[in-house]
């Protein structure tokens, strides 16, 4: 049966189609502009997208994205010290593994079997063949969850959210990056993009959007865009790609917002789960 639902976003029902594209229909929110899979898929087809061959890009991409990573980790230990961290959504694990040879302690969730495999055998990570909500982690026991292109996967991400808010100690910050509905390449190319054609890509978002998503519904305050320099692909690439996402036209909106409390740390818990 077919499963129809309203706007993530604001919560608003009325939407307009937007394209067919890939085998799924995506519609655009009256209200807010949000785009997203109308009707969505079922638990099984979402599934599907993921078997071992998904993940041989990432595996490919391995040693040109540990800068990145850097990059990444250097804005994240700016706001947050060196603690307990959490990826949701981890595939392979290599951004953990960064993580952890710089000093932090890692967890990661993914629902896909092969990648989770990958990680705990080939890097020696902990992490859980499971749903966030499912896993059970002690309440306030992180001080960073990152969801990197994870989001725009979920069939209705509220309960993983929520569930990402008690996990997270006050003050500790969530950090989110997802594709960018309003890049050079969605412009040129509308519905063609490819972040718009993947089939497993069922959430849309532009940065007013996720702003708005990540404040009103999800609870985070203070959330600001931030823009990351550094790869290995030189340096006028780099200062091209850096132009287009201060322009707003990169391929990719990365945010960070706090949960409100207070900014000191906690007693760690569940230290059996430590790595390093």
Not at 126 to 135: G, K
Not at 168 to 180: A, D, E, F, I, S
């Amino acid at each position: 049966m077919a499963d129809f639902v309203g706007c993530l976003v604001c919560g608003g029902n009325e939407n307009t189609p937007f394209a067919a594209v890939s085998g799924k229909h995506l519609c655009r929110c009256c209200g807010c502009g949000f785009i997203y899979a109308n009707p969505r898929p079922t638990p099984a087809e979402v599934a599907a997208f993921y078997a071992s061959e998904y993940y041989d890009p990432y595996l490919e991409a391995r040693e040109a994205n540990e800068a990145s990573y850097e990059a990444t980790l250097d804005e994240i230990e700016k706001r947050t010290p060196r603690g307990r961290i959490l990826d949701v959504g981890c595939g392979i694990g290599l951004f953990l593994a960064a993580a952890r040879r710089r000093g932090w302690r890692v967890q990661g969730v993914e629902p896909s079997p092969w990648p989770a495999a990958f990680a705990r055998d080939a890097q020696g990570l902990c992490v859980e063949v499971t749903a966030l909500e499912s896993a059970g982690f002690p309440e306030a026991s992180v001080d960073v969850i990152t969801f990197w292109s994870t989001l725009e996967h979920l069939r209705d991400p509220m309960p993983v959210m929520r569930e990402a808010m008690r996990v997270l100690r006050p003050g500790g910050t969530m950090w989110v990056g997802v594709p960018n509905t309003r890049s050079l390449g969605t412009i040129l190319k509308g519905a063609r993009d490819h972040n718009l054609a993947k089939p497993e890509h069922l959430l849309h978002f532009r940065e007013a959007t996720l702003r708005r998503f990540l404040t009103a519904r999800v609870g985070l305050v203070d959330v600001e865009r931030v823009y990351l320099w550094g790869d290995r692909s030189g340096f006028v690439s780099n200062a091209v790609r850096h132009l287009a996402r201060r322009t707003k036209l990169g391929s990719e909106i990365r945010v960070v917002g706090r949960k409100p409390g207070a900014c000191e740390g906690t007693k760690d818990a569940g230290e059996a789960a430590d790595n390093g």
